[in-house]
């Protein structure tokens, strides 16, 4: 009984010790990021941070994993260095901010604003930016594997030497981007709008194509091996230093007489059986 009793005052004691997780940020707290302009290296996991507006804020090297920052307004804002995995983001205007080398895996960006926003070599796995907008936003490096982009708005962006395998581009528009030396492997660019984009030495292979705009898209060195092209518009592309291609799934896509092939393949015009 005696043994029992203590052994209980023991377990007892050591919960007391315990430091349990809080939220950091409170309402005035919230209140002094606001008027510091940001938190660099803060502590500021689980945070509410929903609707701040600061112009140019510095969270670099902060700790924001789960935080809630739903509908917040830092255009120009500086993210460098921070951990951002999990954090609520979506519907927020972060144009022109700073992500680079950011952890950022399963981050909600959904119908966000991220015009010129700079990802470098950032880790984005499994983030979701559906709808949202990443025109001249610059993901050099960037780790986008399994990534949700669907609907997103990505023309002129940098995306080269980026991981994006297994990423789901559905139906976004990415003309004249760079994807040049990027690992595209099994993502689905079906529908994608990429007119006049850099595809060279990228790897394409078992890649989803179909319904896709590639008119006047470069694809020099790149990889299509059992890339599915169905529908595929390469009018005007130069797909004659690609690899992968075969006569049989040309079959399924089409192009024009601008269009350029490797030696003995040929393509149908588009608009015609």
């Given at each position: 009984?005696?043994?029992?009793?203590?052994?209980?005052?023991?377990?007892?004691?050591?919960?007391?010790?315990?430091?349990?997780?809080?939220?950091?940020?409170?309402?005035?707290?919230?209140?002094?990021?606001?008027?510091?302009?940001?938190?660099?290296?803060?502590?500021?996991?689980?945070?509410?941070?929903?609707?701040?507006a600061i112009d140019k804020a510095d969270f670099t090297d902060a700790v924001l994993r789960e935080a809630d920052m739903k509908g917040v307004r830092l255009m120009g804002a500086r993210f460098v260095g921070a951990d951002l995995r999990r954090t609520e983001m979506e519907k927020s205007d972060l144009s022109g901010a700073d992500f680079s080398g950011?952890?950022?895996?399963?981050?909600?960006?959904?119908?966000?604003?991220?015009?010129?926003?700079?990802?470098?070599?950032?880790?984005?796995?499994?983030?979701?930016?559906?709808?949202?907008?990443?025109?001249?936003?610059?993901?050099?490096?960037?780790?986008?594997?399994?990534?949700?982009?669907?609907?997103?708005?990505?023309?002129?962006?940098?995306?080269?030497?980026?991981?994006?395998?297994?990423?789901?581009?559905?139906?976004?528009?990415?003309?004249?981007?760079?994807?040049?030396?990027?690992?595209?492997?099994?993502?689905?660019?079906?529908?994608?709008?990429?007119?006049?984009?850099?595809?060279?030495?990228?790897?394409?292979?078992?890649?989803?194509?179909?319904?896709?705009?590639?008119?006047?898209?470069?694809?020099?060195?790149?990889?299509?091996?059992?890339?599915?092209?169905?529908?595929?518009?390469?009018?005007?592309?130069?797909?004659?230093?690609?690899?992968?291609?075969?006569?049989?799934?040309?079959?399924?896509?089409?192009?024009?007489?601008?269009?350029?092939?490797?030696?003995?393949?040929?393509?149908?015009?588009?608009?015609?059986?």
């Amino acid at each position: 009984m005696m043994h029992s009793l203590l052994l209980a005052i023991g377990i007892l004691g050591g919960l007391a010790g315990l430091s349990w997780p809080t939220v950091h940020a409170n309402a005035d707290e919230k209140q002094k990021v606001v008027e510091n302009g940001g938190c660099p290296g803060c502590d500021l996991h689980l945070a509410s941070l929903r609707g701040i507006a600061i112009d140019k804020a510095d969270f670099t090297d902060a700790v924001l994993r789960e935080a809630d920052m739903k509908g917040v307004r830092l255009m120009g804002a500086r993210f460098v260095g921070a951990d951002l995995r999990r954090t609520e983001m979506e519907k927020s205007d972060l144009s022109g901010a700073d992500f680079s080398g950011a952890s950022m895996r399963g981050v909600d960006l959904e119908k966000s604003r991220l015009s010129g926003a700079k990802f470098e070599r950032a880790d984005v796995r499994s983030a979701d930016f559906g709808e949202s907008r990443l025109d001249d936003a610059d993901f050099l490096r960037a780790d986008l594997r399994d990534a949700f982009l669907r609907r997103a708005e990505l023309s002129g962006a940098m995306l080269r030497q980026a991981k994006m395998s297994n990423a789901d581009l559905e139906r976004a528009r990415a003309e004249a981007a760079d994807f040049q030396e990027s690992n595209l492997e099994r993502a689905n660019l079906s529908r994608l709008m990429a007119a006049d984009a850099k595809l060279s030495g990228a790897d394409l292979t078992y890649t989803n194509m179909s319904h896709a705009n590639f008119s006047g898209a470069d694809f020099d060195g790149a990889d299509l091996e059992g890339a599915h092209l169905r529908s595929a518009d390469f009018s005007g592309a130069d797909l004659s230093g690609a690899s992968g291609l075969t006569a049989e799934r040309l079959e399924l896509a089409c192009g024009d007489a601008r269009t350029k092939l490797p030696e003995g393949l040929q393509i149908r015009t588009c608009g015609t059986e």
